[in-house]
């Protein structure tokens, strides 16, 4: 099973910068499409950005304009960037991969821990 390590959380003021990466522990597979999706304390866990294989990224309609999201396979690591921060977008990120094993092809899936992102005024 493949384990995501998510860093660059933090807390930051309303209008900064934060830039969030997620890599994959294993090095045999092959990334398909990925996400990032956020948690904030009392609802659910809501998409905020997505990214197709073969399609354009796309975005909740809080996030457009201020954020992206991107891959880099050769590292295996899925990266949001995050910018003009508001107090709304506090809450507990996580990466979500789909993914290849190159040994038998099998399709699999795979969550992060989440990790914290706290926006002050």
């Known amino acids: 099973q493949v384990r995501l390590a998510e860093s660059g959380g933090g807390l930051v003021q309303a209008g900064g910068s934060l830039t969030l990466s997620c890599t994959a522990s294993?090095?045999?597979?092959?990334?398909?499409?990925v996400s990032w999706h956020r948690q904030a304390r009392g609802n659910e866990r809501e998409l905020v950005a997505t990214l197709p294989v073969r399609a354009p990224a796309t975005y909740s309609a809080s996030a457009r304009g201020r954020v992206t999201i991107s891959k880099d396979s050769s590292k295996n690591t899925v990266s949001l960037k995050m910018n003009n921060l508001r107090r709304e977008d506090t809450g507990v990120y996580y990466c979500?991969?789909?993914?290849?094993?190159?040994?038998?092809?099998?399709?699999?899936?795979?969550w992060g821990l989440g990790i914290q992102v706290s926006v002050s005024s």
């Open positions: 979500h991969i789909e993914y290849v094993d190159t040994q038998y092809y099998d399709q699999h899936s795979a």
């Open positions: 294993a090095t045999d597979i092959l990334i398909g499409d």
